[in-house]
């Protein structure tokens, strides 16, 4: 059961492919590999609607600092206010 058929975007044909999704919220980070259709022409990728579903109970619970069901992977950051090329700033 493939919840699209073609891309709506361009209408290219899509393949069934594993991709990493990170999921941020709160100034939490979720990365995780999740299997999509991925538009071979412009790259597009469709979820299906329980993995729509899914993303937006993990954003809820990153935004809850609720960490259930998550594991540790490394530490993240961001830079300090004062990074000397002021082209790049802090996320929060
Ligand atoms: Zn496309």
Known sequence: MKPFEKCPVCNGELVNKKVEKLLRNGGNTVSM???????????????????????????SKLRKNEFTHFKILGQSFTVEANWPNKAIQPTS
């Open 33 to 59: 590999i999740v299997t999509a259709e991925v538009c071979l022409h412009c790259g597009e990728r469709l979820y299906a609607e329980d993995v729509v579903e899914s993303f937006e109970e993990i954003r």
